[in-house]
């Protein structure tokens, strides 16, 4: 029994030394692979890239060391076929396995992945993110000429802006005080008006109009109308008004004349037409007298 104790002790013993030694030899893998991770990500970080959190995630799942103290660049990484297809590698410039396709304008560049190598190591890894990191390099310049070229052109928009509103404002000042003129103007116009009505009317009141009036070339309009008052009106000749004007409206010229109807070119005798047209002949007028005063109107 103690024999037995003893194996089955010296076996139990035996096994936590190999697995001590294993699980040493994974911490120093551990070790390595964190530190190997922790200089990406200063790298990364030097050189203004963005860099996903959960870096181990884009690492192989199995990790194959044929020998135990093999060097770090000669680490090979073999990959499932599920790891395989969603690992995808993208890279700017690369010499040997990808090309670039560059767009005209400069802004935009469009690439081409990379061919998958068949073993992956650290010198395969360290190649794509030298490509990745020169790629990413020219692309983050181009966004700062772009983004300081849409800047400067954002602060002239700006300026021409508050030169455009200074100016609308100027324009909205000026039309004020242009309405503020044409209202005034309007309110002097209707004044005007009304002042100009007012002398129209006070002219007209001392006015008299007498239509069809007689009217004898051989006779003036004053002499007639001073006939008219003392024969029709029965005006004495003490009391007769005061005149400021007096005279005949013209008329028109009339095409034939009623006189010259009824003589015909046989019968026309030109110096009894004369005498008699220079002491019978009226002709009904129109007469337009001013009174001096108002009230002699009346």
Not at 194 to 215: A, D, G, H
Not at 237 to 242: A, F, G, H, L, Q
Request: some cysteine; aromatic content about 6%; hydrophobic content about 35%.
């Amino acid at each position: 029994m103690p024999r037995l104790e003893g194996k089955c002790w010296l076996r139990r013993v035996s096994l936590p030394l190999r697995v001590s030694a294993s699980l040493r030899r994974n911490r120093v893998l551990r070790l390595v692979l964190k530190q190997q991770k922790k200089k990406l990500e200063q790298w990364v970080r030097s050189s203004q890239c963005r860099v996903v959190s959960r870096m181990p995630s884009c690492l192989p799942s199995r990790v194959k060391f044929p020998e135990p103290y093999r060097s770090r660049e000669s680490m090979q990484f073999h990959l499932s076929s599920r790891e395989e297809d969603q690992i995808k590698v993208v890279s700017g410039v690369s010499a040997a396995n990808a090309s670039t396709l560059a767009l005209s304008g400069g802004t935009r560049t469009e690439f081409l992945p990379l061919l998958k190598p068949k073993v992956f190591n650290m010198e395969t890894i360290w190649e794509a993110i030298s490509t990745l990191q020169f790629s990413l390099g020219n692309q983050i310049q181009q966004l700062s000429q772009s983004c300081t070229a849409v800047l400067s052109e954002n602060l002239d928009l700006k300026n021409r802006v508050s030169v455009l509103e200074n100016k609308s404002n100027d324009c909205d000042t000026r039309i004020k005080s242009l309405e503020a003129q044409a209202l005034t103007w309007v309110k002097d116009r209707a004044s005007l008006h009304f002042k100009q009505e007012m002398v129209e009317n006070s002219i007209r009141r001392s006015n008299l109009q007498i239509i069809n009036f007689p009217k004898l070339f051989s006779i003036s309009a004053n002499h007639m109308f001073k006939r008219y008052l003392s024969e029709v009106l029965k005006v004495p000749d003490s009391s007769y008004p005061p005149l400021s004007k007096i005279y005949y409206l013209p008329a028109r010229p009339r095409s034939q004349n009623p006189n010259q109807q009824n003589l015909s070119a046989d019968s026309l005798d030109l110096t009894n037409f004369l005498e008699r047209s220079e002491t019978e002949t009226q002709v009904p007028a129109t007469l337009l007298v001013q009174f001096a005063i108002d009230s002699d109107r009346e």
